[in-house]
């Protein structure tokens, strides 16, 4: 009887495409204490905060493919500055073979490019935990859950511009030009030069944003709210024809 948009754009899309005044309720997600813990990680050789992390399904849209690029890129130029990091890429293919024996083959001849496949539990929670700071390098997108989560924790978010990012992280700091190897491989400097005191309040920021729009008490209240209006409206008009 009603519909639910988890973004102003999907909103829009949906009163644009299908006339249909769609309930604006964003996604959410709870706010964890993170892991102390580096035991899973470990296990990849993986060290804390010399690692940068994306966390997708990898499809085209997704974007891994201008990381990858990005990431070698600023290699090239600047050896030095990645000198000890890691670029982490967690998730699996949907139907997509072809496209993910692609970014292997990207990225077969650079070791510090670590693609774990699907995770969950405690060696995510580390990974989200641990990290320098996340990308999410999508062309497209609803609203993100895996960018909310990051934000969850505290990390310091890069993001393409897109929309859907910007409602999320307004700050232009914090976004590069969707598509753009060059800007994003700009940035990525830029995000490793920075001082831990910096990305640090950056990723307080996020969490703060979570705590007071995206964290469920708040959008389980709207969702409460809506279907209660649903059944008022229901109920006035059997009471209308009775």
Known sequence: ?????????????????????????PNAVSI????????EIRKWSLTPDKYIFMVSRLIPHKGAQYLVAAWKLLKQKNPELL??????IVGDGYYTDTYVE???????????????GFQSGETLHQLFSHARFMVHPSDNEGLPIVVLEGMSYGLPMLVSDIIEHRDLIPNKQHQF??????????????????????????????????RGEYEWTEIISHTVALYVDEQSRRNARIFATQ
């Open 1 to 25: 009887h009603r519909t639910i948009a988890v973004s102003q754009t999907i909103k829009q899309y949906a009163r644009d495409v299908y006339d249909c005044d769609a309930d604006y309720i």
């Open 32 to 39: 964890p204490n993170k892991a102390t813990s580096t035991s």
């Open 83 to 88: 000198q000890g990091m890691k670029l982490v």
């Open 102 to 116: 692609k970014l292997h083959k990207q990225a077969e001849e650079d070791h510090d490019i670590i693609f774990m």
């Open 177 to 210: 030009t969707a598509g753009s190897v060059r800007s994003l491989a700009k940035k990525l400097s830029l995000f490793i030069e920075a001082d831990a005191e910096t990305l640090c309040v950056d990723g307080e920021r996020h969490k703060e944003m979570i």
